[in-house]
């Protein structure tokens, strides 16, 4: 149950006033209800008219200055505890106020928060001790034996007068005989006062005293209040000891202060990204330096305050609103204590990242929160997706490869035959044009017509070049078959670790075989390969970086008229480095997306269509040949992907497994074909 304290501030300064209702809580066991006026006529009358706990007073007001402006009030509200905040650092003015009843002198600029909060508290506390000890100073022979605190009368002289059952038992006698002691032999087992002996400072003071002890002989820790005792006339004729037992508090207190640094440590220390979201509206509250680096802020202090939107997007991948969603993750939390689910998240830079979520429930002081556990799940799904892929690339590795095999032998001797008819039709075709001239020579023509029959025009020297035409034709085209089986022998190889050096061109080529059915449809296909040297890496990985691009280039033009677009592929070395770049004529990328598509997982395309992976996985495989991607894009106008790789330093040794590349038909070729 919770404690609220009436506070009247005395003071002109609206901006003090304005200081002291942030620093005051609004929760917990104790709360304050802030009125403030800036005259002292006005709080005379206020202390006169309404109920008020506790005094916050500046000595310099409008119509009233120095110690006689506390004094006056006093006289008002003598029962109500006063603290002084004023702007003077005077030590004597401050001595004067103490002596006058003040329970705290403080000045301004140097009690803040926290500590104006506590002097608050504690004048509130001393007050209170004041006047029980008053009242049991008026009724001590009815309750003073009842009372648990062990409670003792002391002289000027430091002789026990009295003391109550408590501090008997405490002490293991009677209260009889602890009477005509002295108080430091019996409590401390001194042959003299102590140096910080309060019933001395008490004495010299005029006023109460409070400080913490720890005495084996009492068996624990204490909070002595001493209470100066005067006698009719006013004067000292010694103090009242009143000996609380803190002992439990102040171990709670050491094993709360103990865990509280434990937490702390874990807080700070912990690998996952922590968050804390307070209520009402589940706000973060605070974040761990883990939290800090994942979502790229300064420090953790940068979450406090901040709505915990301002790390989302707008919609989840599900579609949901992450709003809604949110509060629906919440709700569940709190019903259940905790609840584990995936999220996605918005750096500071605007980049999102997939996450998986645990929030638990917690309590501080009655009052719920949720922390946030959140670990990026980008490089694991990434793997996931890459095993995925590599599994579905070996698959059709050893597809390929089994076509490949079974459509080359047949095509080999096929290859063959095809290409002696090549060599050999037109002499055959030559000789019987001869033949069937030498026949109209020696016959005439009618008898030589009817002597090759109805097929006499098949010997007529344009039917010849007609049929060595067709017979090149079908030998390009075996040749062409050719290309793609070994194109579906390099995807075969996909996955294989080894690198050598590889002709660049015979990996774009074996893309654009593999692509040329996508291309055909949207663009003219336009190469330029120049004289590059050899890189090293894996050929089948390159035609995979290469399919990609040139697939993505075709998805972004559409289908049709595709004489109106291009693809363009070219090659060229520019110092210590091979170049090689794909363009297009299609819709081109927005800007806020340019400097995202290497993400993992950011896509444009529709659900379905895209995973977001083939850029990133394309960017990954030339970083381990050395290499890298960049890209320019115009919307409307198309967009430029450029591949870097390093050029190889002499006497680099190839990796195990190696394959050596099979040389291009001409290298520096430049053409541009109508893909069919």
Not at 43 to 60: F, I, S, T, W
Not at 290 to 304: H, Q
Request: hydrophobic content about 40%; charged content about 25%.
């Amino acid at each position: 149950m919770s404690t609220t304290l009436q506070l009247l501030m005395v003071e002109d300064n609206p901006a003090d006033v304005g200081l002291v209702r942030e620093w005051l809580p609004t929760e917990g066991p104790v709360r304050f209800e802030l009125s403030s006026v800036a005259r002292l006529s006005d709080a005379l009358a206020h202390v006169r008219n309404r109920k008020v706990d506790l005094v916050l007073l500046d000595l310099g007001l409008p119509d009233s200055q120095g110690l006689d402006t506390f004094q006056r009030l006093k006289a008002q509200a003598p029962d109500v505890p006063m603290v002084v905040c004023t702007g003077s650092d005077d030590q004597e003015l401050a001595a004067l106020a103490v002596r006058a009843g003040a329970q705290d002198y403080l000045v301004k600029g140097q009690a803040r928060g926290n500590v104006l909060v506590q002097a608050l508290l504690h004048a509130v506390e001393r007050n209170r001790a004041a006047r029980d000890v008053v009242r049991a100073q008026k009724e001590w022979e009815r309750t003073f034996d009842a009372v648990p605190d062990l409670i003792a009368l002391i002289d000027v002289n430091h002789v026990i007068l009295r003391a109550n059952r408590s501090m008997a038992a405490r002490l293991g006698t009677t209260t009889e005989a602890l009477v005509g002691r002295r108080c430091y032999e019996v409590v401390h087992g001194l042959s003299s006062p102590p140096d910080s002996c309060p019933h001395a400072k008490a004495q010299a003071s005029g006023r109460s005293e409070r400080h913490e002890l720890v005495e084996p002989r009492l068996g624990g820790t204490f909070e002595v209040t001493t209470v100066p005792l005067k006698g009719e006339a006013g004067e000292l004729v010694g103090s009242v000891h009143v000996f609380a037992d803190i002992s439990a508090r102040k171990r709670a207190e050491a094993a709360l202060q103990a865990s509280e640094k434990w937490h702390r440590i874990q807080f700070e220390k912990a690998h996952d990204a922590l968050l804390v979201l307070s209520p009402p509206g589940y706000r973060l509250a605070a974040g761990n330096p883990a939290a800090a680096a994942l979502f790229g802020v300064r420090d953790g202090s940068d979450f406090a305050a901040q709505p915990a939107w301002r790390y989302w997007p707008e919609q989840q991948p599900d579609g949901r609103a992450s709003a809604e969603k949110a509060m629906d993750m919440v709700e569940r939390a709190m019903r259940k204590g905790s609840h584990a689910f995936q999220w996605t998240y918005q750096r500071a830079s605007g980049q999102e990242f997939p996450a998986s979520v645990l929030l638990t429930r917690m309590e501080i002081d009655g009052q719920p929160f949720l922390q946030a556990s959140v670990r990026d799940e980008t490089e694991k799904l990434v793997m996931q997706a890459r095993l995925v892929q590599a599994d579905r690339l070996s698959s059709m590795g050893l597809l390929a490869a089994g076509v490949a095999h079974e459509i080359n032998n047949p095509l080999s001797y096929v290859l063959f035959n095809v290409d002696s008819l090549v060599d050999d039709l037109p002499k055959v075709m030559a000789a019987a044009s001869r033949c069937h001239a030498a026949l109209r020579a020696q016959l005439g023509d009618d008898a030589a017509a009817r002597a090759a029959g109805d097929d006499a025009w098949m010997l007529a020297p344009a039917m010849a070049k007609d049929v060595a035409a067709r017979t090149s034709d079908a030998l390009a085209g075996i040749r062409r078959i050719k290309e793609i089986v070994r194109g579906l022998g390099t995807f075969s190889r996909v996955e294989q670790g080894g690198r050598s050096l590889v002709d660049l061109r015979s990996a774009i080529e074996c893309a654009v075989g593999m692509a040329r059915n996508e291309i055909k449809y949207r663009a003219t296909l336009v190469t330029d390969f120049g004289q590059v040297p050899a890189v090293l890496a894996s050929e089948g990985r390159l035609s995979q970086v290469f399919l990609n691009l040139l697939i993505n280039a075709s998805h972004a033009i559409g289908e049709g008229h595709p004489a109106d677009n291009r693809i363009g592929i070219r090659t060229w070395s520019e110092g210590e480095a091979v170049l090689a770049e794909v363009t297009d004529t299609g819709q081109g990328i927005p800007p806020e997306n340019l400097k995202r598509i290497f993400e993992p997982f950011f896509t444009t395309k529709p659900v379905g269509v895209g995973s977001g992976l083939g850029l990133a996985i394309c960017k990954n495989i030339l970083a381990e040949f050395g290499g890298d991607i960049g890209v320019t894009s115009e919307v409307g106008k198309g967009s430029r992907f450029v591949v870097r790789l390093p050029v190889p330093r002499p006497g680099t040794e190839e990796r195990p497994g190696a394959v050596q590349p099979e040389a291009s038909e001409a290298n520096g070729a430049s053409h541009e074909e109508r893909t069919s």
